[in-house]
């Protein structure tokens, strides 16, 4: 909001204005918030009909300008561009009931995940959002560093059997309050309640397009709903555990609703996250996500989440990448305020086909939606590493060093930049729980010329792999390091046949290159569809 700002200050400084105290007093007033009383149509026309002549004269060159509505004051850019969307945060509900911590959690999940469908509003991520769960809470503060106009406040309790909740929203320019409630409910009217405070936040920020389809959870069973929150709560941790139990609260939300396809899109999300992160086989885990992920578009064909995870998979499993554009498209264009599927978008399908130019424009678009999120600053160095940009990819890596995936990264980084040291450092304490560092440190060692410490790493993985999941990719790696190729591509067609996920970023990843001018390097980029015409 703050090129809104800066022409509201434009207008009511410039000479069109200059002589119309009362008004620039009435542009101010709408610009805070404040609805036109219907006495005052008059000053509507005029202040209407100057704002015609600053456009025609010193606001000609201009790219914003204000439009009035019945409503109040809208600013857009000229020429039919959607308006400049509002921009809002949603913290954390605070939760005073520990044993409905997954209520707090969830419904702060569901308000974002909601509002974001709306092209009016720019709505900062959950990550974001989240790291103002146990704050003291500065409202001009945090609305100056996530560069949001408006923010949305709200307390929960459940006492005795009844919902208790505390809602306000505020301009955090001016303090001013736009809207607030209180609901005192029995729990199992939680889902009106919800329905109810989203009718209130888009009348209060004059939200214009259609929305009345955002008044609905996709179901009525409270009990179901309540499921979907604790799994959603659990899949947030991202830990191997926690995905396990989010599927189940998941499924016990759709086995309870049979016509509520939001624990099916969940449900594939978790699926393909255990491919992506090597927890399970996507030969035995990626089927299930499809189909969990088509059983929630049966249901609604308009559910993003569920076309955004059906992308990923076109991509990362069946290389399909024309069917994954079209998905992730579709999920874009049904929630554009998702940073979620912009990342997908650049990562799991514009990365690995080399399209660079739009991958960052997809992933600035992300960082822009979600600015705090450490999860996109990894992938973004990770973005620079693959594109050969080792000072920038340095720049993101280190700070989320400590972020899970973030070191193997950044000790590959090092490796290419041949600080062994560094690399070792960052690998070895990682390579204790991850067998892709441990995979790394192989590889680290093999760079170095130290083959027998290569290989004693190698035997180290193999004895890992009798007990838990080890990728071909793993022992392909420190095998091109020390330049064994024909093992190295045994184990890489292996990898081909396992549709392993980080295959699709073979045509992209410094660790392929010696084995690109070999015709079996060919065969495999044919095979993921990654091969130049």
Same mark, same amino acid.
């Given at each position: 909001?703050?090129?809104?700002?800066?022409?509201?200050?434009?207008?009511?400084?410039?000479?069109?204005?200059?002589?119309?105290?009362?008004?620039?007093?009435?542009?101010?007033?709408?610009?805070?918030?404040?609805?036109?009383?219907?006495?005052?149509?008059?000053?509507?026309?005029?202040?209407?009909?100057?704002?015609?002549?600053?456009?025609?004269?010193?606001?000609?060159?201009?790219?914003?300008?204000?439009?009035?509505?019945?409503?109040?004051?809208?600013?857009?850019?000229?020429?039919?561009?959607?308006?400049?969307?509002?921009?809002?945060?949603?913290?954390?509900?605070?939760?005073?009931?520990?044993?409905?911590?997954?209520?707090?959690?969830?419904?702060?999940?569901?308000?974002?995940?909601?509002?974001?469908?709306?092209?009016?509003?720019?709505? &900062?991520?959950?990550?974001?959002?989240?790291?103002?769960?146990?704050?003291?809470?500065?409202?001009?503060?945090?609305?100056?560093?996530?560069? &949001?106009?408006?923010?949305?406040?709200?307390?929960?309790?459940?006492?005795?059997?009844?919902?208790?909740?505390?809602?306000?929203?505020?301009?955090?320019?001016?303090?001013?309050?736009?809207?607030?409630?209180?609901?005192?409910?029995?729990?199992?009217?939680?889902?009106?309640?919800?329905?109810?405070?989203?009718?209130?936040?888009?009348?209060?920020?004059?939200?214009?397009?259609?929305?009345?389809?955002?008044?609905?959870?996709?179901?009525?069973?409270?009990?179901?709903?309540?499921?979907?929150?604790?799994?959603?709560?659990?899949?947030?941790?991202?830990?191997?555990?926690?995905?396990?139990?989010?599927?189940?609260?998941?499924?016990?939300?759709?086995?309870?609703?049979?016509?509520?396809?939001?624990?099916?899109?969940?449900?594939?999300?978790?699926?393909?996250?255990?491919?992506?992160?090597?927890?399970?086989?996507?030969?035995?885990?990626?089927?299930?996500?499809?189909?969990?992920?088509?059983?929630?578009?049966?249901?609604?064909?308009?559910?993003?989440?569920?076309?955004?995870?059906?992308?990923?998979?076109?991509?990362?499993?069946?290389?399909?990448?024309?069917?994954?554009?079209?998905?992730?498209?579709?999920?874009?264009?049904?929630?554009?305020?998702?940073?979620?599927?912009?990342?997908?978008?650049?990562?799991?399908?514009?990365?690995?086909?080399?399209?660079?130019?739009?991958?960052?424009?997809?992933?600035?678009?992300?960082?822009?939606?979600?600015?705090?999120?450490?999860?996109?600053?990894?992938?973004?160095?990770?973005?620079?590493?693959?594109?050969?940009?080792?000072?920038?990819?340095?720049?993101?890596?280190?700070?989320?060093?400590?972020?899970?995936?973030?070191?193997?990264?950044?000790?590959?980084?090092?490796?290419?930049?041949?600080?062994?040291?560094?690399?070792?450092?960052?690998?070895?304490?990682?390579?204790?729980?991850?067998?892709?560092?441990?995979?790394?440190?192989?590889?680290?060692?093999?760079?170095?010329?130290?083959?027998?410490?290569?290989?004693?790493?190698?035997?180290?993985?193999?004895?890992?792999?009798?007990?838990?999941?080890?990728?071909?990719?793993?022992?392909?790696?420190?095998?091109?390091?020390?330049?064994?190729?024909?093992?190295?591509?045994?184990?890489?067609?292996?990898?081909?046949?396992?549709?392993?996920?980080?295959?699709?970023?073979?045509?992209?990843?410094?660790?392929?290159?010696?084995?690109?001018?070999?015709?079996?390097?060919?065969?495999?980029?044919?095979?993921?569809?990654?091969?130049?015409?």
């Amino acid at each position: 909001m703050a090129e809104f700002d800066e022409h509201l200050r434009r207008v009511l400084d410039s000479r069109t204005f200059a002589h119309a105290p009362r008004l620039r007093r009435l542009l101010r007033s709408l610009a805070n918030g404040l609805s036109l009383p219907e006495d005052f149509q008059a000053d509507r026309d005029r202040l209407a009909s100057r704002l015609a002549a600053y456009y025609a004269s010193e606001g000609e060159t201009g790219t914003l300008q204000f439009r009035l509505t019945d409503s109040g004051l809208r600013g857009e850019t000229k020429d039919g561009a959607p308006p400049v969307p509002a921009a809002l945060a949603v913290l954390p509900v605070i939760g005073q009931t520990p044993e409905y911590s997954f209520l707090a959690d969830g419904l702060t999940d569901d308000l974002i995940t909601t509002l974001s469908c709306l092209p009016e509003l720019r709505v &900062v991520g959950r990550n974001s959002a989240f790291l103002y769960r146990d704050q003291r809470r500065d409202i001009r503060q945090i609305a100056a560093q996530l560069s &949001v106009t408006y923010v949305l406040e709200s307390i929960l309790q459940v006492v005795e059997g009844r919902l208790q909740m505390a809602l306000q929203l505020v301009d955090a320019h001016n303090g001013w309050m736009l809207w607030e409630e209180r609901f005192d409910r029995p729990l199992g009217e939680l889902l009106g309640v919800r329905n109810e405070v989203l009718a209130a936040l888009t009348d209060a920020l004059r939200i214009e397009s259609p929305h009345s389809h955002l008044y609905t959870a996709g179901t009525s069973n409270v009990n179901a709903y309540f499921d979907c929150l604790r799994g959603r709560q659990a899949l947030a941790q991202r830990t191997p555990e926690s995905l396990k139990v989010c599927l189940l609260y998941f499924r016990s939300a759709a086995e309870q609703h049979a016509e509520y396809g939001s624990p099916h899109a969940f449900m594939a999300e978790c699926y393909l996250i255990q491919a992506v992160n090597d927890l399970a086989s996507a030969r035995d885990v990626i089927p299930l996500a499809e189909a969990e992920a088509r059983a929630a578009i049966s249901i609604d064909p308009g559910d993003a989440h569920a076309r955004a995870v059906l992308g990923a998979i076109y991509a990362v499993y069946e290389w399909n990448w024309a069917e994954s554009a079209a998905e992730l498209e579709n999920a874009i264009r049904s929630r554009p305020g998702a940073a979620q599927y912009y990342q997908l978008d650049a990562m799991a399908r514009l990365v690995p086909q080399g399209r660079w130019e739009e991958a960052f424009e997809a992933m600035d678009r992300a960082r822009k939606l979600d600015p705090a999120a450490a999860a996109l600053t990894r992938d973004l160095g990770l973005m620079h590493f693959l594109r050969r940009d080792y000072d920038g990819a340095l720049t993101e890596l280190r700070k989320v060093r400590d972020l899970p995936g973030a070191e193997y990264w950044l000790g590959r980084l090092f490796i290419e930049l041949r600080r062994f040291k560094e690399a070792l450092d960052v690998l070895e304490p990682a390579g204790e729980a991850s067998h892709r560092a441990l995979s790394g440190v192989a590889y680290c060692f093999a760079r170095m010329g130290r083959k027998s410490q290569a290989d004693q790493v190698m035997r180290q993985l193999r004895e890992t792999s009798r007990k838990s999941r080890v990728t071909a990719l793993d022992f392909a790696h420190p095998l091109i390091g020390l330049g064994r190729y024909d093992e190295a591509f045994a184990y890489l067609r292996q990898a081909v046949s396992e549709h392993t996920s980080n295959l699709i970023y073979f045509q992209v990843d410094p660790v392929y290159d010696p084995l690109h001018k070999d015709p079996r390097s060919l065969a495999i980029r044919k095979e993921l569809g990654l091969a130049k015409p």
